[in-house]
């Protein structure tokens, strides 16, 4: 199993751009998230999804959209990219929130660079 | 007071040691907890669930305590390979119950 698949791994982009983070997964999870890694910050929740067509923001949403057509695609669009949106940004999903399903598993992480 | 809290460290140890790490959370109604373990520029990935009774793997020890609310972390015998950051994760049940990290731990091994 690949588990939990991201892509690009790298990128770099100009302010103003958009773009897609692709993210999917292999394990039949129903819960997909969208972090994000800051010096100093540890990981933020931006978006996360609890089954196919059902999504709902996180802590830092802003300046990202997602949707869930299927179960095993959650991919994170920037509409127009800010310097502030440079950072890390991992992909984990689980088979749910409960306590017992809620064990995360991680994509390898996408680096943005926004100038 | 942050939903999670960690000390960041480095915790700078050689070879051998003992080390323990505690994480502190706000919300007494937590039922989850977990440490992750995350090396340098790579994905976070389970260490291990923590659990009421406390749980060991190996040279891990995974202790909770629910009337001061932290959990702890102990590695006997660190090796070289336990340097990594070890993130603290509690879910938020008044949150849609998801997960939240604490800014990670930091730990160094030295010859």
């Known amino acids: 199993n690949a588990g939990v698949t991201q892509t690009p791994k790298f990128q770099v982009l100009k302010t103003g751009q958009s773009m897609t983070l692709q993210c999917a997964q292999d394990m039949n999870h129903e819960y997909m998230s969208w972090y994000r890694q800051d010096p100093g910050m540890g990981l933020r929740l931006i978006h996360y999804s609890v089954g196919a067509g059902i999504t709902d923001q996180g802590e830092v949403p802003n300046g990202y959209n997602v949707s869930r057509s299927t179960t095993e695609d959650f991919p994170l669009r920037l509409l127009s990219a800010a310097p502030s949106q440079t950072s890390v940004y991992f992909c984990?999903?689980?088979?749910?929130?409960?306590?017992?399903?809620?064990?995360?598993?991680f994509g390898a992480g996408s680096r943005l660079t926004v100038l | 007071r942050k939903e999670v809290e960690q000390d960041p460290g480095p915790f700078n140890v050689p070879e051998g040691a003992t080390v323990a790490f505690n994480c502190t959370y706000s919300?007494?109604?937590?039922?989850?907890f977990f440490w992750y373990r995350q090396d340098c520029r790579k994905e976070p990935k389970l260490l291990m669930s923590?659990?009421?009774s406390g749980n060991e793997d190996g040279r891990f020890t995974a202790q909770l305590n629910r009337a001061s609310q932290y959990i702890s972390l102990l590695i006997r015998d660190s090796k070289l390979s336990d340097s990594a950051t070890y993130l603290c994760v509690v879910n938020h049940p008044g949150g849609g119950n998801k997960l939240t990290f604490g800014t990670g731990t930091q730990l160094k091994v030295e010859l």
């Open positions: 984990a999903s689980s088979y749910g929130l409960v306590t017992g399903a809620n064990v995360l598993t």
């Open positions: 923590v659990y009421s």
């Open positions: 919300n007494s109604a937590s039922q989850s």
